[in-house]
């Protein structure tokens, strides 16, 4: 059974895939070439599923961070005899800058460990078990490393220093002394290609100054913003910019799959993919974080991968995967154990065949900002646009099953009739440049219709809320959404009381935000979601509650592991993270609020 803490992990990413390294050096986590690809090393699920450690042979005191402002990481052991240093990264492609991140990324992990005072003893273990586990490949000592085959991968394994190969685990030990190095590094092929080559340690420390240099021109360029939690704001935007599918500007919902929002429980989902849902929230965040190039690949993502013929498809999809695909058919691994016992593994996301009616608010809305900063869109896109706000005016009086993916019976979710509304409203807007003039009067009437089902159906008097669903009685965090959105003025009645219930019921004794208390049809208990906090810091922040947005905002905060990551959840009993990790609309989340708050003062 794996049982590390999840937020001990950081991550590492070359713009096309990810690993999560551990505070004591053990790369536990590595998907190549895609963030959706099967796992080289996958001992975060389960013992037996491989891992790649390069540590002290001794007891160390540990220490660590990314290097200022970039994704490649430092960890710092201090042991009795002297001082260890090792860098870790996913290197990207050489010379790449700015806005080219990821363009050519090798699929190449780097580490080099460097004795930096005393001399400090070294231990190496090496078990790469490609294809989640499923393979223990055979290896190979060559010059300058090891190569491993098995299944449809061979992996090269660089390294100055010899390795012991027993089965399919290898591992060396070394003494490194004050002023020397090593570097190693791991790249992926495919078995009918050529081997890929061994690489000195030379080349590693060089390939480690290109990538960061590389992050370093990146993060140089997207430094503008000047609000509260300025550094949260820059390396959450540095993060998102990490978990970006390069070849394609998707945006992966978290690194990994099956990660848990409920200890033991089935509440095991795969997110490498891109939600529709998570559209406008993204957008939000990448215009605070001065990320235009990767607002407009973004869109440009979203507006190909739902490129249909909404009228004659019965659901706009609400996810897809990192290039654009629509199949995400789930399966379980049952030879994988998960995290603490948390099965079952999933591979695949079957909620990309659910029907969620919010999708059409959420990418018309995304349609509205990109539109102010990038300008007019193509015919196609003009198109699915259009045939979206009609789907929404068409079919918003239906159930569905919400933005929360609930496994039960459709219902009717205030939040989907609110972004049905949010379509409506965006679409009225932009209806001059999509060449829609003529659905206006059509588009307001449904538009008025949404508003006064709402605030009639969506508002229970007794609970002094917005609540979950029409004529229901349960909270739901969704409804912070409303003054984000403009439903309704801030200062109106009924969002400060939705706000101020939301804060009363669905908190936490430290304050995290519940996303709901209903039944959802799964078993378990799942933790509060820090994007439903920082969405009532942002709604705090709204309604003019300066100082309670800026507590809840902080709380939320201070869920961030040591190298500021933030997961989906945090645990309702021990309050450790859980949940996919990274998780992205966490970042999201926190940008967004941080603005607000910043804005709300001036």
Not at 67 to 74: F, N, S
Not at 82 to 87: A, C, E, H, I, S
Not at 362 to 367: K, P, T, Y
Request: aromatic share 8%; net charge negative; with cysteine.
């Amino acid at each position: 059974m794996s049982a590390r803490p999840i937020g001990d992990y950081a991550m590492l990413s070359d713009c096309r895939s990810a690993a999560l390294v551990t505070s004591d050096g053990s790369v536990d986590w590595l998907c190549l070439p895609r963030f959706d690809s099967p796992a080289i090393f996958a001992r975060l699920l389960d013992e037996e599923a491989g891992c790649w450690t390069i540590r002290p042979g001794c007891p160390a005191e540990v220490t660590r961070r990314y290097v200022e402002d970039t994704l490649v990481l430092e960890t710092t052991f201090r042991t009795r005899g002297g001082t260890l240093v090792l860098l870790d990264a996913l290197a990207l492609g050489r010379g790449e800058r700015e806005h080219a991140l990821g363009t050519s990324s090798p699929g190449l992990l780097l580490r080099r460990i460097a004795c930096t005072e005393g001399q400090v003893p070294v231990e190496i273990v090496y078990a790469p078990r490609p294809e989640f586990g499923l393979v223990r490949p055979l290896m190979q000592t060559v010059r300058g490393g090891l190569i491993a085959r098995g299944g449809a991968d061979v992996l090269t394994l660089s390294s100055p220093v010899e390795f012991r190969a027993g089965g399919s685990v290898a591992d060396a030990r070394l003494t490194l002394r004050a002023g020397q190095n090593a570097g190693l590094a791991l790249q992926a092929g495919r078995a009918w290609a050529p081997d890929p080559p061994c690489r000195t340690s030379w080349a590693v420390a060089r390939r480690i100054r290109d990538t960061v240099a590389g992050w370093r021109s990146w993060s140089r360029g997207h430094a503008d913003y000047e609000g509260p939690w300025r550094w949260h704001v820059n390396h959450s935007g540095r993060v998102l910019r990490a978990m970006t599918y390069a070849p394609t500007g998707a945006i992966v919902a978290a690194a990994t799959t099956s990660l848990p929002e409920s200890i033991g429980g089935e509440r095991n989902w795969d997110y490498r993919y891109t939600w529709v849902r998570d559209a406008s929230f993204t957008l939000h965040a990448l215009n605070t974080a001065t990320c235009e190039e990767e607002e407009t690949a973004f869109f440009a993502f979203l507006s190909r991968a739902c490129a249909t013929q909404v009228d004659a498809d019965p659901d706009l999809q609400i996810m897809y995967g990192i290039g654009g695909e629509r199949d995400l058919s789930e399966r379980r691994l049952p030879h994988l154990r998960g995290w603490r016992d948390s099965a079952p593994v999933r591979v695949g996301n079957d909620a990309w065949r659910q029907r969620q009616l919010d999708v059409y608010g959420e990418l018309l809305d995304a349609a509205h900002q990109t539109y102010r900063d990038i300008g007019p869109f193509d015919p196609l896109t003009r198109s699915l646009l259009i045939g979206v706000a009609e789907t929404a005016a068409r079919r918003w009086q239906e159930p569905d099953q919400s933005l929360w993916e609930v496994r039960g019976p459709s219902r009717h979710f205030t939040h989907s009739k609110l972004m049905c509304w949010v379509g409506l409203d965006r679409a009225i807007t932009l209806a001059p440049v999509l060449g829609a003039a003529n659905r206006v009067a059509d588009w307001t009437r449904v538009r008025d219709e949404i508003h006064a089902a709402i605030l009639t159906h969506g508002w229970n008097e007794q609970a002094g809320a917005f609540t979950q669903t029409f004529g229901g009685t349960q909270i739901d965090a969704a409804t912070l959404m409303m003054p984000l959105v403009g439903f309704l003025p801030p200062d109106d009645p009924r969002i400060c009381s939705t706000v101020r219930t939301v804060a009363g019921q669905l908190t936490d004794a430290r304050g995290l935000v519940y996303r709901y208390r209903s039944a959802d049809g799964l078993s378990g208990q799942e933790g509060p979601f820090l994007l439903c906090t920082f969405w009532l810091a942002h709604a705090l922040a709204l309604t003019g509650q300066d100082a309670a947005a800026r507590r809840t905002f902080e709380t939320a905060a201070s869920c961030a592991n040591d190298v500021g990551l933030l997961s989906e959840e945090a645990d309702p009993i021990t309050g450790e993270a859980i949940g996919n990790f990274p998780q992205a609309l966490s970042h999201i989340g926190l940008i967004n609020a941080a603005r607000a708050i910043g804005e709300a003062r001036h």
